[in-house]
């Protein structure tokens, strides 16, 4: 159970570990559940999990949390790849968990939510791999609408928490109203809410992470993963800390755990109004 010096903390780390890549993934994802477990986080959204990987993932987190997938993909094979959201038991209650598909999508990617109870918070959280590729920008942003209007559309009583490998281009989600992937009003980017330090700006650096590197001049460096919350109504969760995780070499194979760095976000748990409050 949640102890007197954590109760009103929540954190949510998500992390791309780049399972598409089928170089070291083993000791690659046994570096990643390392990360996972030692930051012990009370939510963990994942991407590209993939069916090597996914009984390390188990083996080594089904102990302390629950782990529901997302397809991505028509049918499981040896080939699939998957969204995860892990949520740790001693703190949760699941609810429901439902896989929304994205009708136009070519790559087959999909929107996993799980609808819970953290620390007695209700808790919608959201998790996507969003279309990937510069040319599949207008099916990106067309998802990127339909998981702002679930996050719009949840239980005002809820606070929404959706986040994941976005591949978004800062060009894509401008707040503008005539723009399909604008930022609904009351909807966070909490990098942007809690400072937007520049030290944890890149998620995805190959001037920094070479696991994988282009043949340009420059190697890029771009913010692909996000997340993004609305609040419930009275809130009842303040973001404070964004910070990044996964940011060192293994021993076992020389190289990161993914090419993209894990996102840990930190929140307070705000006071909830009392149900029966007297004058």
């Known amino acids: ?97 439902t896989i929304i598909p994205f009708p136009t999508t070519r790559q087959s990617r999909t929107l996993l939510e799980v609808e819970c109870q953290i620390k007695s918070v209700p808790v919608t959280l959201l998790t996507s791999h969003l279309e990937s590729l510069r040319e599949c920008s207008s099916e990106r942003k067309n998802q990127l609408s339909q998981a702002f209007s679930r996050m719009k559309s949840a239980d005002i009583k809820r606070v929404v928490l959706f986040g994941g490998d976005l591949n978004l281009r800062d060009y894509e989600v401008m707040v503008n109203l005539s723009d399909i992937a604008a930022i609904p009003e009351d909807v966070v980017d909490i990098w942007e809410y809690t400072g937007k330090d520049p030290r944890t700006e890149f998620t995805w650096d190959l001037r920094i992470n070479d696991n994988k590197q282009i043949d340009t001049r420059y190697q890029p460096r771009c913010r692909f993963d996000r997340i993004y919350m609305r609040n419930s109504d009275p809130p009842l969760l303040s973001p404070v800390k964004f910070e990044l995780t996964g940011n060192w070499r293994l021993r076992t194979c020389g190289r990161f755990p993914s090419d993209h760095w894990g996102i840990l976000c930190h929140f307070d748990i705000l006071n909830k109004e009392p149900e029966n409050s007297k004058e």
């Open 1 to 97: 159970m949640a102890t007197a010096r954590n109760a009103n903390k929540l954190r949510l780390l998500c992390y791309n570990l780049d399972g598409l890549d089928d170089e070291d993934i083993v000791p690659r994802t046994e570096g990643a559940c390392r990360v996972l477990l030692h930051e012990n986080p009370e939510v963990i959204l994942l991407q590209e999990v993939v069916t090597e990987s996914l009984p390390i993932l188990r083996a080594r987190c089904m102990p302390d949390y629950d782990i529901h997938l997302g397809l991505e993909g028509k049918r499981r094979g040896p080939t699939s790849y998957f969204t995860a959201i892990l949520v740790r038991k001693d703190c949760s209650s699941v609810e429901r968990a």
